[in-house]
């Protein structure tokens, strides 16, 4: 299984281009595709990053659910029905296509940000918005990890 540490801002040039975190590379190495498969999230502006393997995983979770219910439908839909898969070039870099820049206003410079079995990627300045959201929400509500059920 893949992890995700860290945050890196990396520049996007006007062809959609970014080098993935060389650490995101390495934890994608042994996945079923070279690569990363992107969607736009549905609590934030901001994109959703698995590999293929963990995507595998995501539509196994869906069986949980009536194959033709409403909710297995919707989130289908949500999750594949807008997934790109992105590959590797020869130097570690994605095409982030003009659909997924826009959702997320994207211009020159991209963040991307582990979160431990999948990353997000996000416009620098959202993203630091986004953190401090997430640090008072953090401390005001005393959030903790739960302890292992081992």
């Not at 963040?111 to 959201?133: C, D, S, Y």
Request: aromatic residues 10%; glycine residues 4%.
């Amino acid at each position: 299984m893949a992890l995700f540490l860290s945050t890196y801002i990396n520049k996007l040039d006007s062809k959609g281009r970014v080098s993935v975190p060389a650490t995101f590379r390495s934890s994608l190495a042994s996945s079923s595709f070279q690569g990363i498969v992107a969607f736009k999230s549905k609590s934030h502006i901001a994109l959703e990053c698995f590999g293929m393997d963990d995507m595998i995983e995501i539509s196994k979770r869906l069986d949980h659910f009536d194959l033709f219910s409403e909710a297995q439908d919707d989130l289908a839909t949500v999750i594949f029905a807008e997934s790109k898969q992105l590959p590797f070039d020869g130097d570690g870099r994605i095409v982030l296509p003009e659909e997924l820049r826009s959702f997320c206003n994207m211009t020159d410079k991209v963040a991307f940000v582990g979160m431990g079995q999948k990353f997000q990627i996000w416009e620098p300045e959202a993203l630091e918005k986004r953190l401090a959201n997430a640090r008072d929400n953090v401390r005001e509500q005393n959030l903790t990890i739960p302890a292992s059920k081992d």
